[in-house]
């Protein structure tokens, strides 16, 4: 694993998986932005707690052309995160907690949105328009301060 560095007056630490996946932080009014963008579709991450607390938001943009398959793990609970590449593009979330899969719903703290990102990285609610996605982390998966999260993404699967 590398470490990538470049957060502004703080000391976090965000780990890449591998080589292939490019990967840009950004500290800024206590909402830290991970920038990815993965020419293969295929890595994961890990973000490790700074000394001074988790901040108050955390944004994953990720520059992908699909998301099949999206997890956020904290060591006790994985959220499962999955945009349909057809039809109305619908959202799946599904929580894991204690051995147990649970479907997540609006009215959930778990629950976060997909926003698709266009070109320019703007923020879109059209998902066959997009040039990636946006999401923030619920509160809940950092409210117990985890040491770290892992974070694990697939633009589509493969055969």
Request: charged residues 30%; contains cysteine.
């Amino acid at each position: 694993m590398c470490c990538i560095s470049g957060f502004a007056e703080t000391d976090e630490r965000v780990f890449a998986g591998d080589q292939e996946s490019d990967i840009s932080v950004d500290l800024k009014d206590e909402v830290l932005l991970v920038r990815i963008a993965d020419r293969d579709g295929i890595g994961r991450l890990t973000v490790e707690r700074p000394s001074a607390g988790w901040p108050q938001a955390i944004k994953l943009r990720l520059h992908l052309s699909g998301l099949e398959s999206l997890t956020i793990g904290n060591g006790k609970q994985t959220l499962r995160v999955s945009v349909q590449s057809y039809g109305k593009h619908r959202q799946i979330i599904n929580l894991l907690e204690n051995g147990e899969e649970i479907a997540v719903d609006k009215k959930s703290p778990y629950w976060l949105k997909v926003g698709s990102l266009t070109a320019k990285s703007k923020t879109s609610d059209d998902p066959a328009q997009a040039a990636g996605f946006e999401v923030t982390l619920p509160d809940k998966m950092t409210s117990q301060d985890p040491k770290s999260l892992e974070i694990r993404w697939i633009d589509f699967y493969r055969n």
